[in-house]
């Protein structure tokens, strides 16, 4: 390969694909990349026969601590670890939860995952939301993933039960940003960052909808701020579904289980993507959770009786 007059940020890119740019920006400011022992900008240009070396340590997660918290894993080798996620399980720690998380529990199943970026989460589950997540558990795999979901390559579908029939599938394709008044909530908003909702129909039962639907982007909250923004807001999300709907006269076993039902009925059921070492198309899939089995088998019920 021929560098010359290139930038020593891209030519690291080349040489060392890895890792990040992230990551090989950082080595290069703090003078763990060096170029013939020195240390230089990202942007300063090469001449062509130097040599560019790495003397870096990996980072250690020692602020987190490995917990012992029982995981659903789906697939595992050297390089990626799938978990189906339950409800309830906050994936990362934050104000409010320091630790009981899904990193704490991912850091005691593969001690090694102290050693890549938050311990190898490329992407994250509402509390509340079931399903599908993968791990990086090197650095090459955490690169190679974090590329798919920029790239938006890496495949990822949901299945919801929502307030509402819907007349048909389509596309919601609205920026998403912090909300200007509640700041814990997320919106629809110009001044947001692009996001891209794909959804399909089921099944309609007399209220409600049970849909498929495709991230394009990977906003927080996405799926529940856009589905909520047509009005077709996920049973059971306290935070952006508003006044909940009871079909009329239905039988008082599917109103009561409605309104115990304290989660948003969102399942991420399918993940494709490349893996990183074999450069494989793999995917996985997991069936709907029971409370969702049971709140799909009900509202059924429920439409067969009205007939």
């Not at 938050?118 to 509340?128: E, F, N, Q, S, T």
Request: with cysteine; hydrophobic share 40%; glycine share 8%.
């Amino acid at each position: 390969m021929h560098f010359a007059g290139a930038r020593l940020d891209q030519v690291s890119a080349q040489l060392f694909s890895d890792y990040s740019r992230s990551r090989l920006q950082l080595w290069i400011k703090s003078g763990e990349l060096r170029v013939d022992g020195k240390t230089l900008k990202p942007r300063a240009k090469l001449q062509g026969g130097e040599l560019i070396e790495i003397q870096a340590q990996a980072e250690s997660c020692g602020e987190w601590q490995a917990q012992r918290i029982a995981l659903d894993i789906v697939f595992e080798d050297h390089h990626i670890l799938v978990i189906n996620k339950p409800a309830g399980l906050v994936v990362h720690p934050a104000a409010g939860h320091a630790d009981g998380t899904l990193l704490n529990a991912i850091l005691y199943h593969a001690p090694v995952l102290a050693t890549v970026p938050r311990a190898g989460i490329v992407h994250r589950l509402d509390k509340d939301t079931t399903g599908l997540m993968v791990v990086a558990k090197n650095l090459k795999a955490h690169a190679h993933l974090v590329d798919q979901l920029q790239t938006r390559s890496m495949g990822r579908e949901y299945e919801a039960v929502i307030s509402g029939v819907m007349t048909g599938g389509g596309c919601v394709d609205q920026p998403i940003g912090r909300h200007p008044v509640h700041r814990k909530k997320m919106a629809v908003i110009p001044t947001g960052k692009p996001a891209t909702t794909h959804y399909q129909v089921i099944k309609r039962f007399r209220q409600h909808t049970h849909v498929s639907l495709k991230l394009e982007t990977g906003r927080t909250h996405q799926i529940r701020v856009h589905m909520a923004y047509i009005h077709y807001p996920i049973v059971g999300d306290a935070t952006y579904a508003g006044r909940m709907k009871i079909p009329g006269s239905a039988d008082p076993a599917l109103v009561g289980f409605l309104r115990a039902f304290k989660r948003q009925a969102l399942h991420a059921k399918r993940l494709q993507l490349v893996h990183p070492d074999t450069g494989e198309q793999v995917h996985w899939e997991v069936p709907l959770p029971a409370d969702m089995q049971t709140l799909i088998g009900m509202l059924d019920e429920d439409l067969l009786a009205s007939d």
